[in-house]
Nanobody, 123 residues
């Protein structure tokens, strides 16, 4: 079992930055791929970024590539999402996720979820 808890969301102006954190617990955390998804009102949950258990592989949605960076610190049981050059269309609830094996862009493939943190980008 893996428990996840996000933090770091908030209100920011377009062009600004935010850093999301996700604290994980569970003794098998280090062997899990970790990811970030987001869901805007009236829309499906969409893939944002994922990182392999070792941190050696990282994947990004085209919409955030070059602006967002995912990283993890297994010693602190934490995964981060650094978001720069934020746009109003980045406004959503951001969810941290974990799964065994490799990452996936499909949210149905992920086993564990945090409660979400709101990110609002004003124009």
């Amino acid at each position: 079992q893996v428990q996840l808890a996000e933090s770091g969301g908030g209100l920011v102006q377009a062009g600004g930055s935010l850093r999301l954190s996700c604290a994980a617990s569970g003794r098998t955390y280090a062997s899990y791929a970790l990811g970030w998804f987001r869901q805007a009102p009236g829309k499906e949950r969409e893939f944002v970024a994922a990182i392999s258990w070792s941190g050696g592989l990282r994947y990004y949605a085209d919409s955030v590539k070059g602006r967002f960076t995912i990283s993890r610190d297994n010693a602190k049981n934490t995964v981060y999402l650094q978001m720069n050059s934020l746009k109003p269309e980045d406004t959503a609830v951001y969810y941290c996720s974990a799964k065994s094996g490799y990452g996936s862009i499909n949210y149905v493939d992920w086993n564990y979820w945090g409660q979400g943190t709101q990110v609002t980008v004003s124009s």
